[in-house]
């Protein structure tokens, strides 16, 4: 599937927000710290003005946000198109009945779920997280929205860390995804990120 990569100005002044924290949350790790991002209120706004631009007039119906940081670049997407947004949670945050979907880390598994009737047969969707790496995460998030008969449109990530894929998996992410930017990091990093991911 295809990998677009935004190439406009905006880009540099919005990856220059973003700290990378190294060794946290342990020695080895370059943490990608988007919370600086939103504390400047132009770079966050060229955040999501981006996404807008690029999804607006797509007859996106559905936004699904990935529990934790999809939720802060979502709703606002989700505001600007004209769509609903709809959590992906983690397990047993989310009352009533749910779907859920597990998906393969490194060292285990781990959950995704959705209230039940989010989503409608022959919805459009668009899926939505900060960050994209092995793609174990919103592959998932592309099974649960499958499931309800959903077309997803594409996912779109603030940051994508391509050297996990080559190192670890050395395969292409089997979607379709569109990112801002890229972090490059070596291949030991790259095991001890999947290492803590997990």
């Not at 220059?16 to 706004?45: C, E, H, W, Y």
């Not at 409608?120 to 969707?125: I, M, V």
């Not at 940051?159 to 801002?180: G, N, Q, S, T």
Request: net charge negative; proline share 6%.
């Amino acid at each position: 599937m295809s990998h677009f990569k935004c190439q406009d100005s905006r880009i540099n002044e919005i990856k220059s927000k973003i700290r990378v924290v190294p060794n946290f949350p342990k020695p080895g790790i370059m943490f990608q710290d988007i919370t600086t991002l939103l504390l400047d209120p132009k770079a966050f706004k060229n955040t999501i003005d981006l996404f807008v631009e690029r999804y607006k007039g797509k007859n996106i119906s559905v936004v699904a946000g990935i529990e934790a940081r999809g939720f802060i670049f979502g709703p606002p997407i989700a505001l600007a198109i004209g769509a609903k947004f709809v959590p992906l949670r983690k397990p047993r945050k989310l009352p009533g009945d749910v779907i859920s979907e597990k998906y393969v880390l490194e060292y285990g598994t781990d959950c995704l779920e959705m209230h039940i009737g989010a989503v409608e047969l022959g919805e459009r969707a668009l899926v939505v997280d900060d960050l994209i790496a092995t793609g174990g995460t919103i592959g998932a998030a592309i099974k649960l929205l499958e499931r309800t008969g959903a077309e997803v449109v594409e996912c779109a990530c603030v940051i994508e860390v391509p050297d996990l894929k080559a190192c670890l998996l050395d395969v292409d992410l089997p979607f379709r995804h569109y990112v801002m930017t890229e972090i490059r990091i070596g291949c030991q990093e790259a095991l001890e990120w999947m290492t803590e991911s997990s």
